[in-house]
T-cell receptor
């Protein structure tokens, strides 16, 4: 599975938009990009998944450039409750493949009042 | 909420003992994966079960074993517990082997 690189930590203030960028230079053709959010002592929560261009749901947006070597998770108008660790993962999320997720260190987002 | 449940929520064992952790998958999911998360680290893949058979294993010794039942619930067994086994153990279920995984709340294991 492709290795990912993301900032160790980020700070923001309530109401701001937060963009977390993840680098995955060795992404394979059949790899998808998935982001999880994790609060202390809880299981990771699926946020969003995409393959190319832009994906949006009720929680976040995911921007993927044409070369797919990076992706940006965008959280609109963050609140204190968005303080968490955010993980970027890439992998062949398709039937027939072992779903071994490789988590890095993640990005610790601290939202301040 | 994902619909994935785990029991117990917390557990304290002593070195050398054995432990069994349980996971109920989300309705409609036939695949369960187990992860170990040490404090301050990202989750590490232990193994995955698909339709009652092990389907992929991470870099964990044989004393980590598992089972999946016909209803797709699963157990993680750890024998001869070591202090370093203290961690949050996470279970994730999915609709298939490579599909999006949804995690349960985890079981916090402390080995003394």
């Amino acid at each position: 599975l492709a290795k990912t690189t993301q900032p160790i930590s980020m700070d923001s203030y309530e109401g701001q938009e937060v963009n977390i960028t993840c680098s995955h230079n060795n992404i394979a053709t059949n790899d998808y990009i998935t982001w999880y959010q994790q609060f202390p002592s809880q299981g990771p929560r699926f946020i969003i998944q995409g393959y190319k261009t832009k994906v949006t749901n009720e929680v976040a947006s995911l921007f993927i450039p044409a070369d797919r070597k990076s992706s940006t998770l965008s959280l609109p108008r963050v609140s204190l409750s968005d303080t968490a660790v955010y993980y970027c993962l890439v992998g062949p999320f398709s039937s027939g493949n072992t779903g071994k997720l490789i988590f890095g260190q993640g990005t610790t987002l601290q939202v301040k009042p | 909420e994902t619909g994935v449940t785990q029991s117990p929520t917390h557990l304290i064992k002593t070195r050398g003992q054995q432990v069994t952790l349980r996971c109920s998958s989300q309705s409609g999911h036939n695949t369960v994966s187990w992860y170990q998360q040490a404090l301050g680290q990202g989750p590490q893949f232990i193994f995955q079960y698909y339709r009652e058979e092990e389907n992929g294993r991470g870099n964990f010794p044989p004393r980590f074993s598992g089972l999946q039942f016909p209803n797709y619930s699963s157990e993680l067994n750890v024998n001869a517990l070591e202090l370093d086994d203290s961690a949050l153990y996470l279970c994730a279920s999915s609709q298939g082997q490579g599909e999006t995984q949804y995690f349960g709340p985890g079981t916090r294991l402390l080995v003394l």
